[in-house]
């Protein structure tokens, strides 16, 4: 079958006790459980069997692998008592996450912690401390930084994880909102509960409610009981991503949540209490979306109790060669490869880039050149064309320049060169020298000698 995150399961498989994988069916693909008796791991025989077939008194509506794959959302920390077919008794802590390939679910993986086998009990403290998702988790320690204002920024994130104040983070795309967001969670009090994200704008508006906040039976057309991500949230942490791109209605309702700690099923008269911290995300200035209104000012208010600004990397240029090496390790470890780190033009290039797309494009920047690299040191040949070629940066001429006015009433030649001798600048001051930039250029030594006299430049 296929398994969308495998590394996700093999990095948190040593810290459950046991495994179960089901395809859409409901048949075990993978089962392993660990036995306290003599430390090894072991299969139960459930493979190609149904999940029902195993716990008889399950069924299609009560299985929590059948429940999943119906709603497509986790089931988490949910405590168990079953018997299996072999007539052993299991107490259990289970969470359970759909599995999906190519937006289509097509089975669930379960991991429990045990606590009573046979009636015999295994654990003394609760097991709800770690879950299935906490496990894989962001920290501080992987917010890789040499910058000064970075270092003072996890210092300020390591304080607001100590309460339960609300906290917006505010970047570009590709800064790492969701990183700090975990470690948020990660270093609080909360991180032994659920941490559930949820990207705003990625659910319709009429789904994103019913997400949120779950449905009771029979409320509109095929719904089902299920639980929204404020019930999956208990004491722990909802992440909202891209809040700005919630629709204004849907605001006003998770500020009555947030404020009164309560909230109802959609279809349902019965409140239900609520203990979530709320961190939320965005990628634009706040002021701007409100005056746009796009976010309600009362709620920013109520979320942005702490805010976060994370830096573009083009305002942090001292960890370019930092993250740039981070991430080739990373690389030589998922490819087994043995790179050694980027040629001294490729470097130059990159600290002369702005990055629009941030630390997100560096790290495509460098996973490109592993597929392209054919020796040790990645080179200019490597990197995508983009960055090496940005409009950003071949167009800074001066203030005269038609291409830098925008004054068309010349030649059409004359703007031809105009750029021409952008690019010139750009290569010979990211080359260094004359044969460096030929190389970025793809010419020759002598061509572009011939045009660096012809347009007066000095090198």
Not at 30 to 44: G, L, V
Not at 317 to 334: A, E, G, H, V
Not at 435 to 453: F, G, H, P, V
Request: aromatic share 8%.
């Amino acid at each position: 079958m296929f398994v969308k995150d495998i590394e996700f399961m093999t990095n948190i498989y040593d810290k459950l006790d046991a495994l179960l994988i089901t395809n859409r069916a409901g048949i075990v693909e993978y089962s392993a459980r660990f036995d306290f008796q003599d430390n090894s791991i072991k299969n139960e025989g459930y493979t190609g069997k149904s999940v029902l077939e195993i716990y008889p008194s399950l069924s299609e509506e009560t299985s929590s692998h059948f429940r999943v794959m119906k709603t497509g959302l986790p089931i988490v920390d949910e405590r168990q008592t079953l018997t299996d077919l072999n007539g052993r008794s299991f107490t259990f802590f289970s969470s359970t996450y759909p599995i999906e390939y190519n937006n289509e679910i097509i089975g669930a993986i379960e991991g429990s912690m045990l606590l009573e086998i046979d009636g015999v009990l295994l654990k003394k403290q609760n097991p709800t401390q770690k879950t299935l998702l906490s496990n894989h988790l962001y920290c501080l320690d992987d917010i890789i930084t040499n910058n000064s204002k970075m270092k003072l920024l996890k210092d300020k994130i390591k304080k607001a994880a100590e309460n339960d104040s609300s906290v917006m983070i505010i970047g570009e795309t590709g800064t790492g909102k969701e990183l700090i967001a975990q470690s948020l969670h990660t270093h609080s009090k909360r991180n032994g509960k659920p941490f559930i994200s949820q990207n705003c704008s990625a659910i319709p508006a009429n789904l994103l409610e019913s997400l949120l906040f779950g449905t009771v039976k029979g409320s509109y057309t095929d719904a089902e009981d299920h639980k929204g991500l404020f019930e999956i949230a208990e004491h722990g942490t909802l992440f909202l991503d891209e809040l700005n791109s919630m629709d204004i209605s849907l605001q006003s309702k998770i500020l009555k949540v947030i404020e009164e700690k309560k909230f109802r099923r959609i279809g349902s008269n019965k409140e239900k209490t609520v203990d979530v911290r709320v961190i939320s995300a965005m990628n634009q200035e706040p002021m701007d979306l409100i005056n746009r209104k796009e976010l309600r000012s009362d709620l920013f208010y109520r979320l942005g109790v702490i805010q976060i600004h994370i830096p573009p990397l083009r305002n942090r240029r001292d960890d370019i060669p930092l993250l740039t090496k981070y991430f080739i390790n990373q690389f030589n470890q998922s490819s087994n490869r043995k790179i050694m780190g980027v040629s001294d033009i490729v470097e130059k290039t990159f600290m002369s880039y702005d990055w629009p797309g941030n630390i997100r494009e560096l790290r495509n920047a460098i996973e490109y050149a592993f597929n392209f690299i054919s020796g040790m040191t990645i080179t200019l040949n490597d990197i995508p064309e983009l960055i090496l070629y940005s409009n950003e940066h071949i167009t800074k001429e001066s203030d005269d320049s038609p291409l830098h006015s925008g004054h068309f009433d010349v030649p059409l030649a004359k703007m031809v060169e105009e750029y021409e001798k952008g690019l010139i600048k750009k290569a010979l001051d990211v080359g260094g020298n004359v044969t460096n930039a030929a190389r970025i250029l793809d010419t020759s030594r002598q061509a572009l000698q011939y045009k660096i006299m012809k347009y007066h430049l000095n090198i």
